[in-house]
């Protein structure tokens, strides 16, 4: 019997997903005095702000792969992703500057993220309380705003960040610090949405912030507050992490 081989009707094809949605915005910021640069990914979805690491600016996600980490959860308008531009050059590693001028400046990009940001994203996505995440020195951002305002943030995925500032301040001390520094304001921080608040601390195994992000968690252990301390098993503080990290969080969001 002779067999005549036919091409088959099936091929595998390969489909290129559709490009995110990314828009650019730019506004002069009563705050910092100065424009203020913004990446935004996606038309719908629960708004998550990325905060850069140290000394990054806001399309630092997108160039270190982050943003398609999650691209599943933005093409589904699962989540909006807004890449805020970071003041670490003029804050917290101004080298140059006063500790308590770097501890002040700071407190204006806080306001400039509370009174700028997020009243744009409620008018955007009609939710009033936000996600926050943030790798490194990002994840001290993203965790210092939450827990500085939780009646505006439900959620807080830190990956490998830190939160005791004193090591950027030279010895000084003052009223900014204490209340930018989680590991000195929050043992006293009674503030009732802590409890209703979604955290999660993501260290890697040989993470250079592990052991704060231990110390911490054992901060929110004492205070009853919920929260998931995920220390990754063979891993660097590194993005390669992050980027396992950040996709398993957002898959946690409720809304």
Excluded at 41 to 52: C, E, N, R, S, V
Excluded at 96 to 118: C, F, G, K, T, V
Excluded at 217 to 236: A, C, F, M, N, Y
Aim: with cysteine; glycine share 8%.
């Amino acid at each position: 019997m002779k067999f005549v081989t036919y091409p088959s009707p099936y091929r595998r094809v390969s489909i290129k997903p559709e490009p995110l949605t990314e828009n650019f915005h730019t506004w002069h910021s009563p705050h910092l005095g100065r424009e203020f640069e913004m990446l935004v990914f996606g038309d719908a979805g629960y708004p998550l702000i990325l905060f850069p690491t140290s000394m990054g600016r806001y399309y630092e996600g997108k160039d270190r792969g982050l943003i398609d980490a999650v691209a599943w959860f933005v093409r589904n308008g699962r989540v909006k992703i807004y890449c805020p531009d970071g003041i670490d050059t003029l804050s917290w590693y101004n080298k140059q500057a006063h500790p308590a001028e770097r501890a002040h400046n700071h407190s204006l990009y806080d306001a400039a993220i509370l009174h700028e940001l997020l009243p744009r994203i409620e008018a955007e996505t009609g939710h009033s309380r936000v996600a926050v995440a943030g790798c490194s020195f990002g994840g001290y951002h993203a965790a210092n705003f939450a827990f500085r305002h939780p009646e505006k943030v439900a959620y807080l995925f830190s990956m490998s960040g830190l939160f005791d500032i004193r090591s950027r301040t030279d010895g000084h001390y003052d009223d900014n610090i204490y209340f930018n520094n989680p590991m000195d304001f929050m043992p006293d921080n009674a503030h009732p949405d802590l409890w209703r608040m979604g955290i999660v601390l993501g260290a890697a195994e040989r993470d250079i912030t592990r052991g704060q992000n231990e110390q911490f968690s054992g901060i929110l252990q004492t205070k009853s507050i919920q929260h998931w301390l995920d220390v990754r098993p063979d891993t660097e503080h590194d993005w390669p992490a992050w980027r396992q990290m950040l996709p398993h969080y957002l898959s946690l969001l409720k809304h």
